[in-house]
């Protein structure tokens, strides 16, 4: 039996909005992850530094351990440390998977379906050229596709206004595609729960596969104030970073899917348990998954030929710079489906010359506001 291997050094890599983690061991196996909080990456590579004495010298196939270490040490909670202790957490899979010379996938039990049904995000624009990008995904052979339904524009709107032009997005995806098409409704965190609730009605008969995040994640309670209201299946969880969160959301919020992202809801070791607590309510997993880089993408598809109630995986090409360069190796959509690479662990690695000189992607702060200035939701 080979060594266990030890950490021997934590580096990062920022690249855009991503930041890469790449362990490697005393025995030379190497890991890579990402996270993907994206907002303030090099917050995440600060947290990461300060991580970094504890992790060196640890045994690295202890990844619960590690997780429990990293994020019981100072009591601390958020997106950044969810990004930092993510991104680590898959590297160390991935080192696991290099050791077994096995597949991420077949280390957390094997496989439950053949490929990862991908859902592409489509881009906003008129009715018209909604409908036509709905059109374009059909012919591309996906079989299910995510609308950011709400805009900026709709936030100066009045209430019958808003209504009419969101529901009428709706309906001329819905008449583009045919039923064949699952539709996947993004509000994006920008409305109250009145007005929510009767846009959601007005959405039902276009059969939404789900309506996701109507109001902002402020309140599982709030959540589920809409939830009991509303006909169709309700989605929510993307800037949940732990088990503990997800709990309420399961329990209260009246969700019918949960939305784990696998770069900050604490890799691959804390997102299989949560995936299980949905799993016991009979809910399903559709991972956020934008903007994610390449190898958090290819962590959800690990995770999802593994995972029983993993529904469907949002997604858009990553064959632009930076994501398209940082790799060895990009995921790609066949027919409709992501797979894993043939290959142990992650079956990709990081291009060191493509990341010597990564620049982060700093988002401006923007609020939306409303017709008399006032800070809109979101």
Known sequence: MPARPRIESVETFVAGSSVFVRVTTDTGLRGIGESTAFAFPLAVVA???????????????????IW???????????????????AIDQALWDIRGHHFEEPVWQLLGGRVRDGVRAMKVIAGGTIAEVAQHACDAQEEGYTAIKVILHQHEHHMMAHAERIADLVGRMAAIR????????????????????????????LAPYRPLFVEDPIPPDSALSFGEVSVKSDVPMAAGERNTTLYEFREYVEAAGVSFIRPDVGIAGGFTHVMKICALAEAHHQGIIPHAVPSGPVATMAHVHLGMAVPNWEVQEHVPQDSPPHSVVVDRLPEVV????????????GMRLQDEQLADGEATVFPVSPEVRRDGSVAMR
């Open 68 to 86: 429990l270490r990293n994020y019981r040490a100072l009591g601390w909670r958020g997106l950044t440390l969810g990004g930092a202790i993510s």
């Open 47 to 65: 947290v990461v530094d300060a991580l970094r004495p504890a992790l060196v010298g640890a045994d690295a196939f202890e990844t619960t351990r």
């Open 175 to 202: 008449d583009a595609t045919g039923d064949g098409m699952d539709i996947g409704v993004e509000l994006h965190r920008n409305m109250q729960p009145g007005n929510a609730v009767a846009l959601i009605r007005e």
């Open 335 to 346: 027919d409709g489906y992501l797979r894993p690479f043939d290959g142990p662990g992650l």
